[in-house]
Nanobody, 115 residues
């Protein structure tokens, strides 16, 4: 069974940075596409960034130039480095994997950007 556990969320001031981590287990992580999504109150869940098994990355317009997704296959972990955070980045951030045709989600980690 595939499990994803996110960590690294918290409260940060505008302009600050956070790094989210997502640890995967129960799968051959190296062949899995991974992604970060977020859901703000009253809004639909949206893609933030994704990375293929080969390392190709893709970002939402709102994340380009500020966020960086990366993966460490040796640690079965995907990261999201978030810089220049703004109040509109406040949301629950979810890790997602597409593995052998199935989608799995983590439980989410709260990111709050506020002064």
């Amino acid at each position: 069974q595939v499990q994803l556990v996110e960590s690294g969320g918290g409260l940060v001031q505008p302009g600050g940075s956070l790094r989210l981590s997502c640890a995967a287990s129960g799968s051959d992580f190296s062949i899995a596409a991974m992604g970060w999504y977020r859901q703000a109150p009253g809004k639909q869940r949206e893609l933030v960034a994704r990375i293929s098994s080969g390392g190709r990355t893709d970002y939402a317009d709102s994340a380009k130039g500020r966020f960086t997704i990366s993966r460490d296959n040796a640690k079965n972990t995907v990261y999201l480095q978030m810089n220049s955070l703004q109040p509109e980045d406040t949301a629950v951030y979810y890790c997602r994997t597409l593995y052998v045709g199935y989608i799995y989600w983590g439980q989410g980690t709260q990111v709050t950007v506020s002064s």
